[in-house]
Antibody
Framework: QVQLVQSGAEVKKPGASVKVSCKASGYTFIDHYIHWVRQAPGQGLEWMGIINTGGGSTNYAQKIQGRVTLRRDTSTSTVYMELSSLRSEDTAVYYCARDATRDAYNADWYFDLWGRGTLVTVSS | DIVLTQSPATLSVSPGERVTLSCRAS??????LAWYQQKPGQAPRLLISGASTRATDIAARFSGSGSGTDFTLTISSLQSEDFAVYYC????????FGPGTKVNIK
């Protein structure tokens, strides 16, 4: 079954870091880039970043660059998103999403498969 | 930066009605536009890419049109399972989502 399975909900204090995992299955991991998108409660969708699952190169949204890091482990077909210096406004559901293009070297920058989301709550 | 505007913000519709949702870009994005459907508590689902290409397993009642700055998602006959929020997203550069249109039951 083609799917992205994310890790469970997290509660963190302001200033802490959080690491969310996204395990891919049912397809060749390195054939698709993976993106991260977040959604604050009752709000819209915000793209955060992209990782080339083969080579590991990344690009991040300017708004959170410097606080977000994407890594991948090809041996387990897993992508990790780490967000540091957490603030209350980082409270959101974090989604990993597969780039629609089956190409290890290019991305199309839209998303054909989504994980179910991981709620990260930042609260003192 | 490109800004996406969706209208209306909310739409109340009866089952069986035809629905037209609008997405407007502040500058041309060519045909690099996708539409997603999101139901409460669920992840978004890709409906349309390339402004008009239905994604795999998407019902034929969903159609997309437009290019440049003006785009439309049409649901030809709204079904009960179509009540949701619909987002457009451009990918002509860094991806950006519109604010969404919520389709409610009338």
């Amino acid at each position: 079954q083609v799917q992205l399975v994310q890790s469970g909900a997290e509660v963190k204090k302001p200033g802490a870091s959080v690491k969310v995992s996204c395990k891919a299955s049912g397809y060749t991991f390195i054939d698709h880039y993976i993106h991260w998108v977040r959604q604050a409660p009752g709000q819209g969708l915000e793209w955060m970043g992209i990782i080339n699952t083969g080579g590991g190169s990344t690009n991040y949204a300017q708004k959170i660059q410097g606080r977000v890091t994407l890594r991948r482990d090809t041996s387990t077909s897993t992508v990790y998103m780490e967000l540091s210096s957490l603030r209350s406004e980082d409270t959101a559901v974090y989604y990993c999403a597969r780039d629609a293009t089956r190409d290890a070297y290019n991305a199309d920058w839209y998303f054909d498969l989504w994980g179910r989301g991981t709620l990260v709550t930042v609260s003192s | 930066d490109i800004v996406l505007t969706q209208s209306p913000a909310t739409l109340s519709v009866s089952p069986g009605e035809r629905v037209t949702l609008s997405c407007r870009a502040s500058q041309s994005v060519g045909s690099n536009l996708a539409w997603y459907q999101q139901k409460p508590g669920q992840a978004p689902r890709l409906l349309i890419s390339g402004a008009s290409t239905r994604a795999t397993d998407i019902a034929a009642r969903f159609s997309g049109s437009g290019s440049g700055t003006d785009f439309t998602l049409t649901i030809s006959s709204l079904q009960s399972e179509d009540f949701a929020v619909y987002y457009c997203q451009h990918y002509n550069g860094w991806p950006l989502f519109g604010p969404g249109t919520k389709v409610n039951i009338k």
